[in-house]
């Protein structure tokens, strides 16, 4: 099997979580940059209209000069905390698919770690949906890559949200959970098809073998 070339995140990152028997790294990715846009902005915005209140204030002398180097400091530095959360949030979100697992790991050293893992010789993917919505996110070639997998007794869905090139990844994840199956049984064959649509792209696993002609 092929190993996706172009990883986004450096190989010590990722080796602590190839950790099975013969797993081979696949994938790596953070979130889209632009997903921290926003957020990151807002503050910027907030904390300058802040500076020119306290500006205005002390023209007008309803502040002393040093209050207002005072607030003007505590205003910053909530900010710059702000920021930084932020992009240290962003910076330890990331997605990392294997051979043998999918796993999304949430962390911020000293503050919280969450890794939300799929074994893929535990569940059967159904469906891969990838969405794109809206004229900005088609801009910075931003989407999502939903994964329906089967278990025996329900179904769920994992997701990866926000990424970049998402055509690109959603048809290779395709392209692996198919080679991943190897030699299917006779009766219980996959069979994938593209199905296009507005701002969207859907690979479907027909569950059951399709009927025909005897």
């Not at 907030?46 to 040093?66: E, K, P, T, W």
């Not at 920021?83 to 330890?92: G, M, V």
Request: glycine fraction near 6%; include cysteine.
């Amino acid at each position: 099997m092929n190993i996706r070339k172009g990883l986004s995140l450096p190989k010590h990152f990722c080796a602590r979580f190839v950790c099975l028997p013969n797993e081979q790294l696949l994938l790596a990715t953070r979130t889209h940059w632009f997903d921290i846009l926003s957020p990151i902005g807002g503050v910027g915005i907030v904390a300058v209209v802040c500076s020119a209140v306290i500006l205005f204030l002390l023209i007008n002398g309803a502040l002393s000069f040093l209050h207002f180097l005072s607030l003007l400091l505590i205003v910053w530095a909530i900010a710059a905390g702000v920021i930084s959360f932020t992009f240290f949030s962003w910076y330890f979100h990331f997605y990392i698919v294997t051979t043998r697992k999918i796993l999304e790991v949430r962390s911020l050293p000293f503050i919280y770690y969450n890794v939300n893992d799929v074994l893929l010789d535990q569940v059967r993917c159904t469906e891969l949906d990838i969405q794109r919505n809206g004229l900005i996110a088609s801009l910075v070639n931003m989407g999502s890559i939903i994964i329906t997998f089967d278990r025996p007794t329900h179904q769920e869905e994992f997701t990866l949200v926000n990424i970049h090139d998402p055509e690109s990844v959603g048809i290779f994840l395709g392209d692996m959970l198919e080679t991943i199956r190897g030699n299917p049984r006779e009766n219980d064959q996959a069979f994938w098809y593209k199905e296009p649509t507005k701002n969207r792209y859907r690979f479907t696993e027909e569950i059951y073998p399709r009927l025909t002609p005897s």
